[in-house]
């Protein structure tokens, strides 16, 4: 069975410039999930699918950061404008329920210059 | 404030000894505790979890335990083999009210297997 695929896995951009990061969760997953990285640090997480609904995106920088998820599968994040501390890998993870453990992707290794 | 502390950055074991790895939170809410372990440019991988009805659940080498009392959870590797190197993070989430946060996790811990 395939897992979880991000992409792309890296991706380096100036501060200011717009960035987009893909997710294709694992067939039947029905709960997908944003996290974001810093460096020594755990995961963090960003928004919470359920479907195509987002139930919980109380950690999203809503003034730059912005997910859908349409037809509750494939699910994009994206950063307009990026700033230097956006620099981070951010993970996509999914389950096939809110109480099922949560397989990640590999991450996308977001580096702001 | 970190709810979920791994306060161990890094741990070095004997191959073939026990690796015990500790976790301790603060939200009495949690009820759901995670083990994932990451190597290098790779996502976290799923090991094994415990929901707050038990005190203990084993896979294999891997056992994890539960002190719900002393708000510590702690995962045992028996025995440690070279490529369980790599760093493991703690994880823990709310799953009452018909649905779950995402994961809180702590900053992991570096367990190095000695040859």
């Known amino acids: 069975e395939a897992g979880v695929v991000q992409s792309p896995r890296y991706k380096i951009i100036e501060k200011k410039q717009p960035v987009a990061f893909w997710c294709n969760p694992i067939?039947?997953?029905?709960?997908l999930y944003w996290y974001r990285q810093n460096l020594g640090q755990g995961p963090e997480l960003l928004i919470r699918?359920?479907?195509?609904?987002?139930?919980?995106d109380s950690q999203l920088p809503k003034d730059r950061f912005s997910a859908e998820r349409l037809k509750g599968v494939d699910s994009t994040l994206k950063i307009q404008p990026a700033e230097l501390g956006d620099s981070a890998v951010y993970l996509c993870?999914?389950?096939?329920?809110?109480?099922?453990?949560?397989?990640f992707g590999p991450g996308t290794r977001l580096t702001v210059l | 404030d970190q709810q979920v502390k791994q306060n161990s950055p890094s741990l070095s074991v004997q191959e073939g000894r026990i690796s015990i790895l500790n976790c301790d939170y603060t939200?009495?809410?949690?009820?759901?505790f995670l083990w994932y372990k990451k190597y290098p440019a790779e996502g976290p991988t799923f090991l094994i979890s415990?929901?707050?009805?038990?005190d203990k659940n084993e896979d294999g080498r891997f056992t994890v335990f539960l002190n719900k009392s002393a708000k510590h959870l702690s995962l045992h590797i028996v025995p440690s083999q070279p490529g369980d190197s790599a760093v493991y993070f703690c994880?823990?989430?709310?799953?009452?009210?018909?649905?779950?946060?995402?994961?809180?996790f702590g900053k992991g811990t570096h367990l190095i297997i000695q040859p």
């Open positions: 993870a999914s389950s096939l329920g809110p109480t099922r453990p949560q397989f």
């Open positions: 067939s039947g997953h029905n709960t």
């Open positions: 699918y359920e479907n195509e609904e987002a139930v919980d």
């Open positions: 939200n009495s809410m949690f009820d759901y």
């Open positions: 415990i929901s707050s009805i038990k």
């Open positions: 994880a823990a989430s709310v799953r009452t009210g018909g649905g779950a946060d995402g994961l809180t």
